[in-house]
């Protein structure tokens, strides 16, 4: 059976330098090129440095895309705890955020949006990988947005990784899938 995707999405990313942030904006930007007409990645740096703020807009539809600067999007993705209080300010109404649970401190979550905490660092240090938190917040973007086929995500990863690092890879994000579905 052939999954369903959407219209599309407008997608940020964020968290800090070296964690991946980037990695899963272009594993999804790419994957998504086979299911959208049009597609955009930017990335952007604050220091261009590991541990300092960074994040990257993902926009995929089968519209023509106006503008890729976005102030409010439909979907945010946050990786680092620090980086929540900011990213969820920029949801449009009834937009979805995907957060990282470690190192949070929810002190007026919106409720006008749909919000996913994950233990995703918990889960990739059992994997073996903080590293791997990226996709396995990915895994439950896709889980609950359905924008992206998982076969495509899948396909992506094989086209960039092998051996170890493929499978740890596809590990985290199927990972990914199954917290987002429970």
């Known amino acids: 059976m052939e999954e369903k995707t959407s219209l599309g999405d407008e ?90 649970k470690s190192g949070l401190k929810l002190e007026e979550p919106r409720q006008d949006i749909a919000l996913l905490l994950i233990s995703g660092l918990e889960v990739a240090v059992s994997l073996g990988d903080p590293l791997v938190n990226n996709l396995i917040l990915l895994g439950a973007y896709i889980e609950r947005a359905r924008t992206v086929p998982i076969k495509a995500i899948e396909t992506e990863l094989e086209r960039r990784y092998q051996g170890h690092r493929l499978e740890l890879n596809r590990q985290a994000f199927r990972r990914g899938l199954e917290l987002a579905a429970k």
């Open 11 to 100: 997608i940020i990313m964020a968290g800090i330098g070296g964690t991946g942030v980037l990695v899963a904006g272009q594993v999804l930007a790419w994957a998504a090129q086979h299911h959208y007409k049009y597609v955009s990645w930017i990335p952007s740096y604050a220091g261009a440095r590991r541990g300092w703020p960074v994040e990257c807009t993902v926009i995929f539809s089968n519209e023509e895309v106006d503008c890729p600067i976005l102030d409010q999007v439909k979907t945010a993705i946050v990786l680092e705890s620090s980086q929540f209080e900011a990213f969820q300010s920029r949801l449009e109404k009834g937009g979805l955020l995907i957060a990282e």
